[in-house]
Nanobody, 132 residues
């Protein structure tokens, strides 16, 4: 059983920054593909960013490219989402998720990281609110 605990959410003004953290238990974290998703009221959950097991490959939603950065520290079993130049439309509950069956090859990872159905463990979510 994998437990994911997010932290770092809060209220920030437009143009501000936040860093989300997601801590995982267990010794297999370094083999997981990880993702950050978000869900705004009345909208479907969407992928924000994803990172391969090694940290060597990442991908982002077009809406956050150039503003958000996903990273991981496998020694600390933690994945991060640095969010800069925040906008009101970034307001949402942010979830981290783990794909415990994520492939090691970059090519295979690219075929699955964008689907929420490939992620088998989810955190409880953390609220991010950006005021205008």
């Amino acid at each position: 059983q994998v437990q994911l605990v997010e932290s770092g959410g809060g209220l920030v003004q437009t143009g501000g920054s936040l860093r989300l953290s997601c801590a995982a238990n267990g010794r297999a974290f370094s083999s997981y593909g990880m993702g950050w998703f978000r869900q705004a009221p009345g909208k479907e959950r969407e992928l924000v960013a994803a990172i391969i097991w090694s940290g060597g490959s990442t991908d982002y939603a077009d809406s956050v490219k150039g503003r958000f950065t996903i990273s991981r520290d496998n020694n600390k079993n933690t994945v991060y989402l640095q969010m800069n130049t925040l906008k009101p439309e970034d307001t949402a509950v942010y979830y981290c998720a783990a794909d415990t069956n994520s492939p090691r090859s970059k090519f295979e990872w690219t075929t699955r990281f964008s689907s929420e159905y490939e992620y088998d463990y989810w955190g409880q979510g953390t609220q991010v609110t950006v005021s205008s």
